[in-house]
């Protein structure tokens, strides 16, 4: 059907000017809002900076007016790392501003104020008698690092109370470092120490029960915790004994023993979980009633696998025990003939391993039935 003459037609030419349009006005777009997105991140990173730089003028002022970072003069001439009378005060100043969620600082946002355990503490002595501690901290959303600068002489006043595993209210500058790149807390302005903020679980049924299997971490592969943290737990709870049953071992016995003190009215049960063998299951089998003392083999064999059908014997090793002294020795390689050259190369890399170099040092598998014959029918009295 033929259109309109009189209306305008969509020429190929013309469709692709349309399309190129499009995609440029896209691409412009596109441009536009990265720049947009540019331009916000400055202006963030300014004012962060801004801010950092605020504080650091005020606390250069504040430490030439004798502020905490030079500490207060005492009589004696050494100085104080303390700013305040606050007895939770352990470094600076007090403060009372909330926390934030350590997941929740992204890049240098200024002064902050975060709460958390201690994980790990370091101190490295630098330049000029001073020396920096490194700690860090988590509040179990995420950890980040703190850094003290402080003079040589008042770290011991510092990690007085400072140590790995206390909890402490912290309040400095957001800084990525310039030597490990690192985001950071520098420019502390106070700690303070606090109580254990996590969440305990407890045991709320009135009636207590008695746990009767428990594994520590003496039981490999299986447990993890150690055997004084589970009965301060079970202590804890309101229980009044629990049973220590690890996997064929005894090792956590002494533990257990001294988590319990004499005046407590505490049980530990002390058990194990044991492998038990079928006594009554048959391990001889076509029995002569020969005895031990008399002359007997004892045989190895290699195989490419652990099944009877798809696998092959690669090896036989042999010894004669006679009134308990080894007297003969046997040992033979054996071509697996498999159809799988790769199965073959592993053959011949263990084979090669173990001294077999030359092809006819390996009996082929037809020969098989004949050794153990010989090893039955030529040694007499011997059990196999």
Not at 80 to 106: H, K, M
Not at 236 to 258: K, L, M
Request: aromatic share 6%.
């Amino acid at each position: 059907m033929l259109g309109n003459p009189e209306e305008p037609q969509n020429l190929p030419e013309e469709n692709g000017q349309v399309e190129s349009a499009k995609a440029e006005g896209k691409a412009e777009a596109a441009k536009k809002r990265k720049q947009n997105q540019k331009r916000k991140t400055t202006e963030r990173a300014r004012k962060s900076r801004e801010t950092s730089d605020r504080y650091t003028k005020k606390q250069r002022k504040f430490q030439g007016k004798g502020g905490f970072r030079s500490g207060f003069s005492r009589g004696d001439g050494s100085r104080s790392v303390r700013r305040s009378d606050n007895p939770d005060v352990l470094y600076g100043r007090d403060f009372e501003s909330e926390s934030l969620a350590i997941e929740q600082i992204q890049g240098e946002m200024g002064e902050v104020t975060i709460r958390g355990q201690v994980q790990t503490l370091e101190t490295r002595d630098i330049r000029n008698n001073k020396t920096i501690i490194m700690m860090e901290v988590t509040d179990f959303t995420d950890t980040i690092v703190i850094k003290i600068f402080a003079q040589t002489e008042q770290v011991p006043e510092i990690l007085k109370d400072i140590k790995t595993g206390a909890f402490l209210k912290i309040r400095g500058v957001t800084t990525i470092d310039r030597f490990d790149g690192q985001l950071s807390i520098g420019s502390v302005f106070g700690i303070k120490k606090i109580q254990d903020f996590r969440k305990q679980r407890v045991d709320t049924w009135p009636e207590k029960r008695v746990e009767l299997h428990c594994h520590t971490k003496m039981s490999d592969m299986d447990g993890v915790s150690d055997v004084k943290d589970i009965i301060n737990r079970a202590k804890s709870w309101g229980h009044p004994a629990i049973a220590i049953t690890d996997h064929g071992a005894v090792q956590a016995f002494p533990d257990a023993n001294h988590a319990v003190s004499p005046d407590e009215d505490f049980k530990i049960i002390y058990g194990c979980e044991a492998y038990l063998v079928d006594d009554l299951q048959g391990l001889v089998v076509n029995s002569r009633n020969q005895s031990l003392e008399d002359a007997y083999v004892v045989f190895d064999l290699e195989t490419t696998g652990f099944s009877t059908v798809a696998n092959k014997i690669i090896e036989i090793g042999a010894v004669k025990v006679v009134n308990g002294k080894i007297t003969d020795k046997f040992s033979t390689f054996v071509k697996s003939g498999s159809a799988d050259p790769v199965s073959d190369r592993g053959v011949d890399q263990h084979q090669r391993q173990h001294g077999a170099r030359r092809s006819d040092n390996r009996r082929n598998p037809a020969e098989v039935p004949g050794i153990f014959g010989r090893m039955r029918d030529g040694r007499t009295q011997c059990i196999v």
